[in-house]
């Protein structure tokens, strides 16, 4: 397709400054394999339906948001992509869960390759396993706070599980009777809550929680493009810098946002209680670091998967794909990181403009850029 014309048709699709208020408005990361569509996110359109947040696509600078009808006009949608949207835009609710859950399905049922549905399968098991072994961690913590350390038994992580979930019980049916609570309901009202922190882990992460590797992962990318622009030539340094910038304020609101999630956990059977009477508060508070990283997991799988020889290409791609931050982080962060990022954002806009950015859809390399696109659903599952 001539770039001109995609340029003409996308126009009416502009949407100009873009500046979301809310997380729900910036719209949740799809994972895309079609490189025009790299970064793209999807969120309700305002009387019904969904619709697609594109930005830069197909190298054309800004923000625009449009019906999935209107893709031809920009690119042909890979299989994968076809039925990955299908499936996203059936959902009765989006949130990064459960859009994270249909791009599993999609997966697995082999849209993008042997090596990504055989990551998803494995994730699948790995998060049912951490969802038991997050509720175990809360029976743990829940003796260690319920119980006089008299030094007559062993510290519950030393005990064998049976004896921990006898103990246990003994806490609840002694806080039963201030908060009215059956040890039996408590004991479901676990389950709940450990579904909600799975995500998120506990302190320590003994269960290898999902976003706290990607918090990992933001802050070795940071380092990662800190080292890298050093060493390369000025336009590499300026945007390496702007890059590692963006992650590091990313990384600074995952970390408050953890820590917040984490510090219910400093009276679990308040927390039961809480639970029981709003659990959609307590929802709220533990979702927030999936809302804020959304999005990066790609990121650092372009750097991630790149040879050393292909990153002063997969930058440019990176940039332009750094979320924004919305208003509403203001109210869950206590500082205006949306101002921040902006600032980030308008210098990653003058950087592509010098380094004509994003220009390998239009070249022999779209298969090679759809093929990497396909293993980052590995890494991303």
Known sequence: MDAEDTVAKLMRYSAGHYRPVTFLERGITLGFTTPALLGARIRPAERRGMELVLHNPAGVEGYYILPWGALPDICAPTMHDRALWARVAALSMLTPASVRQAMREVALEGHAGRAASHAARQVLERQRNARSLTQYGLLLELVRQGEVQDGSRPPPERDDPVSVQRRARAVLLA?????????ALAFETLSEIASAFEPSGLRGDPTGARLQKLVNEIATLTQA??????????????CSRLLAESAALSLRCARITLGETHSLLDDVWGLILRWHQDPGAIRQICVRTEWLVDGWDVICGLWGNASPEERDTVVKDMANIVPVLP????????????????????GLRRWRRSVQANQDWTTGRLLEATARNENLREHCA
């Not at 806080?175 to 040890?183: S, Y």
């Not at 493009?225 to 300026?238: I, K, V």
């Not at 208003?327 to 308008?346: C, K, P, V």
């Open 175 to 183: 806080r039963r009777r201030v908060g009215g609570m059956t040890p």
């Open 225 to 238: 493009l800190a080292d890298w622009g050093a060493d390369g030539a000025s336009m590499e340094r300026l």
């Open 327 to 346: 208003a509403e982080s203001h109210t869950w962060l206590g500082f205006e990181a949306d101002g921040a990022m902006d600032t980030r954002h308008q």
